[in-house]
């Protein structure tokens, strides 16, 4: 977990890149096997982060690392997460970490552990933004978090935060975690 406590600052530039293309080859039999094992705790986890954000507490949240780069080892040693912190929680816990926090990763630990795997949560987003399509598909935005961190990340799909908070987002479709993988693994860049 890491604890830091500034917010992601967004950073809008003009335009849309798109970057997806047509699905690629069929996933290993392996990584499709345990996405379906895994996707009923990662709606769940999804689901608790939209309770959150209803909530205030936060006020977006990412799927990041082995996941939405494309690299995901099976079984995954973790799926990790970025969550931004909603304004009036951070000044409430002015100077110390705030209870939501640990309220956060407790909870997502706890789905984590049903699926075998740990659910990892991050407070510090910084990267490129990509967004959920209805058929699970992702598409890179023109918005960049915290663009001056982006020199020390290599490589480029390091970078890579898909966007899951959107409300038409529909997490429910049997193959929805599949799809998403597969577009992951099927973007124009390194």
């Known amino acids: 977990m890491n604890l830091g406590h500034k917010p992601g600052r967004q950073v809008q530039n003009v335009g849309r890149l798109d970057e997806s293309k047509e699905l690629p080859q069929p996933l290993p039999a392996e990584v499709e096997a345990y996405l379906t094992k895994i996707s ?23 799927l990041t690392g082995s ?48 699926a075998g795997t740990r659910f990892e949560v991050n407070f510090f987003p910084f990267g490129r933004v990509y967004r959920v399509q209805k058929d699970g598909g992702i598409r890179r935005t023109a918005e960049v978090l915290e663009e001056e961190m982006l020199d020390n990340i290599s490589p480029e799909a390091a970078r890579r935060k898909i966007l899951l908070d959107l409300m038409d987002t529909d997490t429910t479709r049997p193959d929805f975690f599949i799809r998403l993988y597969q577009s992951t693994r099927g973007l124009n860049i390194p």
């Open 40 to 62: 009923g705790p990662l709606r769940q986890a999804i689901n608790t982060l939209r309770d959150f954000k209803d909530q205030r507490i936060i006020t977006r949240f990412y």
């Open 67 to 114: 996941f939405a780069t494309g690299h995901l080892k099976v079984p995954a040693e973790d799926i990790d997460f970025v969550v931004s912190l909603s304004n009036s929680v951070l000044r409430a816990g002015m100077g110390s970490e705030p209870p939501e926090m640990k309220e956060i990763c407790d909870e997502l630990d706890r789905i984590g552990r049903q």
